[in-house]
């Protein structure tokens, strides 16, 4: 299973363009700008990390000075 394609398509079917980075091994971010959009997303996040050994996910919010505000989603994967 590709995890960044599932989660690419997670994010498309909520009309979210996909701005991802990290290795989701590690540690990745997810960068929400909608939003409205955060608690579907968080819930389709977890059913597919339910399919791996172990997950982290939290999200927080973002408010940069000179830039549109966003909920940033971290999550890690044991594979």
Request: hydrophobic fraction near 40%; charge should be positive.
């Amino acid at each position: 299973m590709n995890i960044n394609a599932e989660i690419i398509r997670i994010l498309e079917n909520n009309h979210i363009k996909p701005i991802l980075s990290g290795d989701p091994r590690f540690l990745a971010t997810i960068r929400i700008y909608e939003e409205e959009k955060l608690e579907n997303v968080l819930a389709d996040l977890k059913i597919l990390f339910n399919n791996f050994k172990s997950y982290s996910l939290s999200y927080h919010s973002i408010k940069p000075c000179c830039a549109p505000s966003f909920k940033e989603i971290r999550y890690k994967i044991t594979l």
